[in-house]
């Protein structure tokens, strides 16, 4: 298995798995810390519903057979006995079809054994939902106060409340519990999602929805005390890997909305077992410093997309060629950016290739490092405004080892930016990313360079041309059909770019931060005007287009989009104005003219030919 410069404990935990084998996946991702928080007893329940929904022949035989377009479709409907009676029925029904049943003999299994999609969930409309929140007010154009009010509406729409069976019995489900509704992101994704969460709760706190927000913070650090860290959203089959790792912005965008300095407080033992987790578990090393990698470590492919693994995983001769490119598809998941070219390493070392050239385990993230920084800094404030001196200098002096590998490691003064780097072939990966200014998000950087900083950005987003996307600025400038690569256009990495540029505070990245926050606001404006839908991603190349690519179809909803939208409009309303509708008449009136002369010019040009 490659394991690049993995420490020992992270080994450790991989050998153990894989001695111990799929069904025992979730104890090893248990968290390893001297700190008290004690996981609940019942995790068999969990490990249960495992048997079915994260491993073994049942969950391949159903995938494989391709009943649904979708393959999370089967992994997130309910079961209708016990998870050991289905699999008795499944061992009874296999050996009766001579273990080669027909694609119809499957679904008839299916559809005796299952549920319809969604039985885990009731629409739930927030209790602390407000017609009219505060950030209306600071929108000036009537257009855009209306877009406002709609966003807002979508809240009820995506407001989701567990009905009481999940917690009597939750080995019939792949549901995770928790005790609080959530704001899903919308279409496909019908459960809570981590790094999305950080983005949906901002616009919660926008809207001044702070019951449901703290709710959602809540469900979250009761998940890390059950399982040592958040997974990659709320179902079992997640369970195998996180997301970056947000919780402490979360809980601190609560704090400072709500100066509710005691829930900081009270956060305090989950936060900092959640950051040891990343530090125990995803470290490695790079140029003489710790710094930390995305890495799933269970064996397999992933569930909710089992067949487009197994079709991937063709390419590969062996089962160990198999594991590890299913390993570096589930690493690149727990990154959020699943998939993109920015995981491709090739022969030659470089970016060209496709899926089968994945090596998410051998790059060090910028944002990843970048955010655990930032949740450094965070759980020392919180321990300074608790009064314990002690643990906020630990804190800060883990902040401050993380900032020296940032600079050591990925910045790059040559080029301008912050790279990922290449443990492979022990390189910098010189190719445009947003997250290569993530450090200005997260303030992971020397605030006495401020001025040089700033000039070397701005001058490598310039090289870059990165400012003459009409849909805003692209993923990356790969072309290769994976939907986090171009042209696609990400919300929240629009948010990384803009609120980093603004936080570097110059004249000139302020200037451009505003310049990229309203041609967002305004591009997915007209998106929602043509289509009255927000989604997922967008498109660079069209002012106004949504994306496409990836292993699914464009998702509409859409939680983090709104959120980012509903954050803008509040920062930047007052100054946002659209073209009157009388100008887009006039525009329209004067195109469609000049349209029928050109047609007329042509007739007169092709008649005198024919002539």
Not at 27 to 53: G, M, P, V, W
Not at 134 to 153: C, E, R, S, V, Y
Not at 237 to 243: K, N, P
Not at 366 to 387: C, D, M, P, T
């Amino acid at each position: 298995m490659f394991l690049p410069n993995t420490q020992p404990l992270r080994l450790s935990v991989l050998l153990l798995l894989f001695i111990c084998c799929a069904p025992t996946t979730i104890y090893a991702r248990t968290f390893l810390s001297h700190n008290s928080i004690q996981k609940r007893d019942n995790y068999q329940n969990e490990t249960e519903a495992c048997e079915i929904y994260c491993h073994g022949e049942l969950l391949h035989t159903v995938q494989m057979a391709h009943l649904f377009a979708d393959s999370k479709t089967f992994v997130d409907m309910k079961l209708k006995k016990t998870p050991q009676e289905t699999m008795n029925d499944f061992t009874e029904f296999m050996t009766s079809k001579n273990n080669e049943p027909t694609r119809d003999e499957i679904r008839e299994f299916v559809d005796l054994h299952f549920d319809d999609l969604g039985k885990e969930f009731v629409p739930w409309t927030p209790v602390d939902w407000k017609d009219h929140p505060a950030f209306l007010d600071n929108i000036n154009d009537p257009d855009l106060k209306q877009w406002g009010t709609d966003l807002n509406l979508i809240w009820k729409d995506l407001g989701r409340k567990m009905i009481d069976d999940v917690h009597k019995n939750p080995h019939f489900y792949s549901i995770i519990p928790v005790n609080n509704p959530v704001i899903v992101p919308g279409g496909r994704f019908i459960e809570f999602y981590y790094w999305d969460s950080y983005w949906i709760i901002r616009g919660l706190l926008y809207s001044q929805m702070y019951d449901t927000a703290r709710g959602m913070l809540e469900n979250f650090m009761s998940i890390v005390q059950r399982f040592g860290f958040i997974p990659n959203g709320g179902r079992i089959y997640y369970a195998q890997r996180s997301q970056p790792p947000l919780l402490a912005a979360m809980i601190k965008s609560y704090v400072d909305f709500t100066n509710d300095t005691s829930f900081g407080t009270k956060a305090l033992e989950v936060l900092e077992h959640e950051f040891e987790y990343w530090m125990n578990n995803h470290t490695t090393q790079a140029k003489g410093h710790n710094v930390c990698t995305y890495g799933g470590i269970s064996p397999g492919p992933r569930p909710e997309s089992y067949r487009e693994d197994i079709e991937t995983s063709m390419a590969f001769k062996t089962e160990e060629e198999k594991q590890e490119h299913y390993a570096e598809l589930k690493a690149g998941a727990e990154s959020g950016m699943d998939f993109s070219s920015r995981w491709f390493i090739n022969d030659k070392g470089e970016q060209d290739g496709d899926l089968t050239n994945l090596k998410t385990r051998a790059i060090v993230p910028v944002e990843l490092n970048a955010i655990l920084h930032w949740s450094a800094k965070i759980i020392a404030e919180f321990h300074r405004n608790a009064g314990n001196a002690t643990k906020a200098e630990e804190y800060e002096n883990k902040a401050a080892n993380i900032l020296k590998a940032i600079e050591a490691v990925h910045w790059s003064e040559e080029v301008g930016a912050w790279l990922d780097y290449d443990l492979t072939n022990n390189k910098h990966r010189n190719y445009f990313v947003p997250t290569n200014l993530a450090p200005l998000w997260t303030m992971s950087y020397d605030k006495n360079s401020t001025e040089h900083i700033s000039k070397l950005v701005l001058d490598y987003i310039e090289k870059l041309e990165l400012d003459k996307y009409p849909g805003g600025v692209p993923n990356t400038l790969y072309r290769t059909g994976e939907q986090w690569d171009f042209p696609n256009v990400w919300p929240p990495m629009q948010y990384l770019l803009i609120k980093g540029l603004e936080n570097l505070g110059t004249n000139e990245s302020k200037e451009l931060s505003t310049r990229w926050a309203h041609r967002w606001v305004k591009s997915n404006f007209q998106a929602y005007r043509e289509t009255q839908a927000m989604f997922e991603k967008y498109d660079a190349e069209r002012f106004g287009g949504h994306g496409g690519g990836g292993e699914y179809e464009v998702q509409k909803g859409f939680g983090w989009t709104n959120g980012v939208i509903i954050e803008f409009l509040n920062q930047y309303g007052k100054d946002i104005t659209l073209p009157s509708k009388e100008d887009n008449g006039a525009n329209l009136k004067m195109w469609s003219l000049m349209g029928i002369a050109a047609i007329a010019l042509v007739a007169v040009i092709v008649g005198r030919v024919m002539w």
